[in-house]
């Protein structure tokens, strides 16, 4: 629900706000827990460490709350929430690279280069005219146009 207010009052991306809300996660929480555990955690940093170690699952275990108040905290705000946000905001970068690929594979993406070679329609001698191309000048790019493919044959 949070969320949703937030990006309805920054007309945002649904995704930004899942990494807006999880930078703002981070940093409350820090605060949060060394208000609650200023032994444990006597600077920002030290907190800081903690949640981050936590919300992305690492647990050195170095440093934990000793407190009761700071356990339940740790345990239904950092665990449960924290390392839920965390793992959307992972599965949003992935998503995103497996999408790049995709549209690569199948020839979506729009070639904005220069100085490249273009060949139009692949056969099996444009195959073999791109491995040589592509093995004289390593630095230059070779564009495959081919409306009947449906995934790059290389």
């Known amino acids: 629900m949070i969320f949703r207010i937030i990006q309805k009052a920054m007309k945002m991306d649904v995704k930004f706000t899942i990494f807006i809300g999880l930078f703002a996660f981070i940093l409350i929480t820090t605060k949060i827990i060394q208000l609650i555990e200023p032994d444990t955690f006597p600077d920002y940093f030290d907190a800081l460490w903690w949640v981050m170690t936590t919300v992305t699952t690492v647990g050195?275990?170095?440093?934990?709350?000793?407190?009761?108040?700071?356990?339940?905290?740790?345990?239904?705000?950092?665990?449960?929430?924290?390392?839920?946000?965390?793992?959307?905001?992972?599965?949003?970068?992935?998503?995103?690279?497996?999408?790049?690929?995709?549209?690569?594979?199948?020839?979506?993406?729009?070639?904005?280069?220069?100085?490249?070679?273009?060949?139009?329609?692949?056969?099996?001698?444009?195959?073999?005219?791109?491995k040589e191309l592509l093995s004289m000048n390593e630095d230059k790019d070779v564009v495959l146009v081919d409306g009947a493919l449906e995934k790059d044959p290389l």
């Open 60 to 130: 050195y275990g170095d440093v934990s709350p000793v407190t009761v108040g700071g356990k339940i905290f740790a345990m239904t705000i950092v665990y449960v929430v924290g390392i839920g946000i965390m793992g959307v905001a992972v599965g949003y970068v992935v998503d995103v690279y497996i999408d790049y690929k995709r549209r690569k594979e199948t020839g979506k993406l729009s070639y904005k280069g220069k100085h490249h070679h273009v060949i139009i329609n692949f056969s099996r001698r444009s195959k073999e005219t791109i």
